[in-house]
């Protein structure tokens, strides 16, 4: 399996970005994907996650109606929509996937990592 994060820039708070996660080596029906973040001297930390199979989705507090996460089944790419950027959100954007069908927020329970992509957001 591989994961190829890309869409990340320099934006202006208040601004949007749109991060993609091309993924291949497999069908991904049985597995929950994820997009984590980390910022200098911060652990990594869970943002948003969605169930491949049936499109179920779970986001962490502080993007919760700002940020949507999708997937393209037939691209077997995932989406980040990021709205309403703040300079809180400036992080290493990474994609994960777990070969399991059940979204956790635990980073350890992710068997497969793209290369990370960088979110900053300027004041």
């Known amino acids: 399996v591989q994961l190829q994060a890309s869409g990340g820039g320099l934006v202006q708070a208040g601004g949007s970005l749109r991060l993609s996660c091309a993924a291949s080596?497999?069908?991904?029906?049985?597995?929950?994907m994820a997009w984590f973040r980390q910022a200098p001297g911060k652990e990594r930390e869970f943002v948003a996650g969605i169930k491949w199979s049936g499109g179920s989705t779970y986001y962490a507090d502080s993007v919760k109606g700002r940020f949507t996460i999708s997937r393209d089944n037939g691209a077997n790419t995932m989406y980040l929509q990021m709205n309403s950027l703040k300079p809180e959100d400036t992080a290493v954007y990474y994609c994960?996937?777990?070969?399991?069908?059940?979204?956790?927020?635990?980073?350890?329970?992710?068997?497969?990592w793209g290369q990370g992509t960088q979110v900053t957001v300027s004041s």
């Open positions: 994960a996937a777990r070969v399991q069908p059940t979204v956790v927020v635990t980073s350890t329970h992710y068997d497969y």
């Open positions: 080596g497999r069908t991904f029906n049985n597995y929950a």
